[in-house]
């Protein structure tokens, strides 16, 4: 599992814009949000860079963190 810290979320349904985000690049599966602490974890079935990962989530007013 791969890990990212994201900001900005606030309620269930900016959990759900960031899975369905996550769920629309080839090879990223097994997403799971967490709110309270503001991490994504998902699972590649092949290398997908990570700034391919923080430009979806940039894309829809989240801030991905280092």
Request: charged share 25%.
């Amino acid at each position: 599992m791969k890990t990212i810290k994201v900001s900005g979320m606030s309620c269930g349904h900016c959990v759900a814009s960031v899975t369905k985000a996550l769920e629309e690049i080839d090879r990223v599966c097994d997403i799971s949000v967490d709110l309270a602490s503001g991490l994504v974890q998902y699972k590649t079935t092949a290398d997908v860079d990570t700034s391919v990962i923080k430009n979806a989530i940039l894309k829809i007013g989240f801030t991905p963190e280092d």
